[in-house]
């Protein structure tokens, strides 16, 4: 099994590898993990899988959490892995941390965490601990790093994401609600200036989804 393997099959199931890294005892993974991989959306494809599944359909609440978990089921069992998910607890599994143990995620200048591929964009719907140890690709320099002008800066209309504060959670979801924060509602402004992001694919009604839920709506 490789690390591509292992993108290949989550892909199929409308997931995909987002970091992965070989845990110490510090990191709290589940005993005896020797690879814990993070899985989040496979975009643009995700959201026509996620909004034709039963999940979805049955008008239950949460259906995205019990989604990801019914397909992380399904992709660890063969696998002899274990599922473990960023909502389950308390206490909650160091998610944050465990992007920044991988090769593939950092801080990005406003906080928020950057991914090689998905940009500002990145979300982990579960982490798979394997039992097995992969070869893994070697960290390198963030991206962040060769934007010159990071337009991720200067994008919140309301300054609630900028570099060197914390997120300003209130003024977020005060202008989001507001009639000047429509553009907003269809996804942060901030995600989508990253270059990185632009090129991800995610659909705008999947970000809408994503801000609905943060509203409680």
């Known amino acids: 099994m490789t690390l591509n393997d292992l993108d290949a099959l989550a892909r199929k199931l409308g997931?995909?590898?987002?970091?992965?890294?070989?845990?110490?005892?510090?990191?709290?993974?589940?005993?005896?993990?020797?690879?814990?991989?993070?899985?989040?959306?496979?975009?643009?494809?995700?959201?026509?899988?996620?909004?034709?599944?039963p999940e979805?359909?049955?008008?239950?609440?949460?259906?995205?959490?019990?989604?990801?978990?019914r397909?992380?089921?399904?992709?660890?069992?063969?696998?002899n892995g274990i599922g473990v998910f960023p909502y389950d607890g308390p206490p909650y599994a160091p998610f944050i941390s465990w992007a920044h143990r991988s090769e593939a995620n950092w801080s990005s200048p406003v906080g928020l965490l950057v991914n090689r591929t998905a940009g500002l964009f990145i979300s982990f719907r579960a982490a798979l601990a394997l039992s097995e140890r992969l070869d893994l690709p070697s960290r390198k320099d963030s991206p962040c790093l060769t934007c010159d002008t990071p337009p991720c800066e200067t994008a919140c209309p309301v300054g609630a994401l900028a570099p060197g504060q914390e997120y300003d959670v209130p003024a977020c979801m005060a202008h989001i609600q507001s009639s000047e924060g429509a553009e907003c509602r269809d996804g942060c402004l901030v995600r989508r200036a990253c270059p990185i992001s632009k090129k991800f694919?995610?659909?705008?009604?999947?970000?809408?989804?994503?801000?609905?839920?943060?509203l409680g709506e």
């Open 71 to 79: 397909v992380t089921a399904a992709l660890a069992e063969p696998l």
């Open 201 to 214: 694919g995610r659909l705008a009604e999947q970000s809408a989804f994503h801000m609905r839920a943060f």
């Open 56 to 69: 979805y359909l049955d008008g239950i609440p949460h259906a995205l959490d019990r989604w990801s978990k």
């Open 15 to 53: 997931l995909a590898v987002r970091g992965a890294f070989h845990p110490k005892a510090e990191d709290l993974a589940p005993s005896d993990t020797q690879t814990l991989v993070l899985l989040g959306p496979d975009e643009p494809r995700f959201w026509t899988v996620f909004t034709a599944s």
